[in-house]
């Protein structure tokens, strides 16, 4: 159709500045037939699924709003967001030190960092949950003198799981800020070094402030993920929501309409998380004439400190 | 404007009224860099006294960065030593032996050298007066206001007085790198150091640079300018010095080293630069 207009423009002698005016031949935008087939199919095939489960006998539908809500839920919900928020704050600073411990001149500090990060994401998260859950096996008791604590009592089903998701998430982040740090211009540091400010007094006022804008947006990115990894916390038992889940259907036997209710509550999560996410990267984003939102917040926080100390 | 900049000795005081002011502000005596098995100074021995304007001429690759490196210590040296205002740099003499100064203890030293460089290096996620007033309350510890008035007053002498609140990006390269030197003598140090401060710059914005830079001398700054700027060493440089291959060839008033240059290195380098 397309190739019709162009050989008959092509055959027509030369345009005269009067047929310019004449009205544009109709286009017809070239169809991808083959597409249309395969989205086709793909619908047939979704339906045909999502009719299949909802069709299904052996799933009670009326559960879900009945549990969507329930008392013992919301609170796992508020667990998986304290573990969230606190291992993601604790891992972050863990990850400030280790990704500066790896940039040390010392063999040894440097070393450590290194193996840290080799180990922790290198063995998997189940185990890490499982191994700081058992730690008492390697460590039955904790004390100075004669004052001693039994560490069963000390790393509770919480603490461990809040211990393995902080060290391995910390590995990680390590990485993130390290990339930060090396993605700041190195005339930075000197400049600041030059005025006379200490190696510490470099890093905390001119190159972290900076590398924050590299660093965002993946800690954004680890925030969500983590929102969906704490569900392994169930492992031992961290009465997370997932935990929560499996306790419920225990004792009714209800469990996919109870991991449904689990899976809604998980998508909230995220989806608000992601939601902010964008946001911050939006405003992140422009710096053509206001400075980023990262650096304002830092200024004035430095402000604030500053006007403290 | 001397009570902005603070300077020990003003030049108009005469270099005898102040104790220990006929002692030169910097001395280097055969300084040495290696880098691996690249030798950049081979023995550098240089005088400035205090208040005097000392240019930097040679080619690229010569040294010159390096041996302005080594004046704050941004590199260490491999063999020779720096005074600064008489005092060792980068190192503490304890019985007849060298002492390597640890980081904090170079950062005491480095207050008192200011240094402009080449590509500004202002701090973007700062504001100018946050530039300019970060390192004297931070390091000095000094109150905000009176480091706020004292930047407003640094401003004012770089003709940026309405710039206090823009970021760096929002400033040219020449306001830039005028405020690069507010930042610098914000610290009230006793020697300037500049890396080719105008090489980065579009040829309209060097002369505003050039006239702060002037404005300084004329305040009796003591100050080390590694240039390629004839007319700025002509007319404000006390001393010329070329260096080339990591020694400096010859030295002297700008009129004796750019018009009768003795050594034939020297003649080169002036008909390729001009
Ligand atoms: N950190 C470093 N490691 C290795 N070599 C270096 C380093 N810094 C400088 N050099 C080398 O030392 C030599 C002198 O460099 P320097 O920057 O001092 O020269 P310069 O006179 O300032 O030149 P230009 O006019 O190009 O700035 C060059 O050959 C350079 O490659
Ligand atoms: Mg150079």
């Known amino acids: 159709m397309i190739a019709d207009t162009a050989t008959s423009a092509h055959s027509a002698p030369p345009a005269s500045p009067a047929s310019a005016h004449a009205p544009a031949p109709r286009v017809v935008p070239a169809r991808y037939w083959g597409q249309w087939i395969a989205a086709v199919v793909l619908l047939v095939f979704v339906l045909g699924f999502v009719g299949l489960i909802a069709s299904s006998k052996n799933v009670q539908w009326s559960a879900i709003p009945r549990y969507l809500f329930d008392p013992t839920i919301l609170d796992g919900i508020r667990l998986t967001l304290v573990f969230t928020v606190l291992s993601m704050l604790i891992s972050t600073v863990a990850g400030v030190v280790l990704a500066t411990l790896r940039m040390a001149h010392n063999p040894v500090l440097s070393g450590f960092s290194h193996l840290y990060i080799w180990f922790f994401r290198g063995t998997p998260l189940l185990v890490q949950i499982i191994f700081w859950f058992n730690i008492q096996l390697f460590i039955p008791s904790l004390g100075i003198g004669s004052f001693h604590v039994e560490t069963n009592t000390l790393i509770s089903a919480f603490t461990a799981a809040l211990l393995a998701l902080s060290l391995n998430e910390a590995a990680y982040m390590a990485e993130i800020v390290r990339g930060g740090l090396l993605a700041v211009d190195k005339g930075q540091a000197e400049a600041a070094t030059a005025l006379g400010y200490t190696p510490f007094q470099t890093l905390t006022r001119i190159v972290l402030p900076q590398a924050l804008r590299v660093i965002v947006p993946p800690v954004g990115n680890q925030t969500i993920s983590m929102l969906k990894t704490t569900s392994l916390v169930s492992v031992v038992a961290a009465q997370d929501l997932l935990t929560r889940v499996q306790n419920i259907y225990a004792t009714n036997f209800l469990i996919i309409e109870l991991l449904l209710v689990a899976s809604i509550w998980y998508l909230v999560m995220t989806t608000v998380a992601s939601l902010l996410q964008s946001w911050l990267e939006r405003r992140l984003g422009q710096s053509v004439s206001e400075p980023p939102l990262v650096m304002r917040l830092m200024r004035n926080l430095m402000s604030a400190v500053g006007s403290k100390g | ?274």
């Open chain 2, 1 to 274: 404007m001397s009570d902005i900049l603070n300077l020990q000795s003003p030049a108009s005081l005469g270099p005898s009224t102040f104790p220990g002011s006929d002692r030169p502000m910097v001395e280097a005596h055969g300084v040495r860099k290696t880098f691996g098995s690249l030798e950049v100074l081979s023995g550098i021995d240089m005088t400035v006294s205090r208040g005097e304007v000392a240019c930097i001429l040679g080619p690229s690759g010569s040294g010159k960065s390096t041996f302005l490196r080594c004046i704050n210590h941004l590199e260490k040296l491999s063999a020779g030593r720096i005074l600064v205002d008489g005092e060792l740099i980068g190192y503490r003499e304890k019985n007849g032996r060298l002492h390597e100064m640890k980081k904090p203890q170079l950062a005491l030293q480095r207050r008192e050298i200011g240094m402009v460089f080449q590509r500004f290096n202002l701090f973007p996620h700062l504001t100018v007066l946050g530039n300019i007033i970060q390192a004297p309350m931070l390091i000095r510890g000094e109150k905000r206001e009176g480091a706020v008035r004292r930047a407003h007053a640094l401003l004012d002498m770089v003709d940026l007085r309405q710039k206090a609140d823009a970021y760096p990006q929002q400033l040219s390269g020449g306001q830039q790198q005028r405020v690069a030197i507010a930042r610098a003598l914000a610290m009230n140090p006793k020697l300037m150091l500049f890396d080719e401060p105008t090489s980065a710059l579009d040829p309209e914005l060097v002369g505003e640079v050039l006239a702060v830079m002037k404005r300084l001398a004329n305040e009796g700054m003591t100050m080390i300018v590694v240039t390629h700027e004839m007319g700025f060493a002509r007319e404000v440089a006390d001393r010329v010095i070329f260096m080339d291959g990591g020694v400096v060839v010859e030295e002297g008033p700008p009129a004796e080293v750019l018009d009768r240059p003795r050594h034939e290195r020297t003649r080169t380098f002036l008909r390729r630069v001009r």
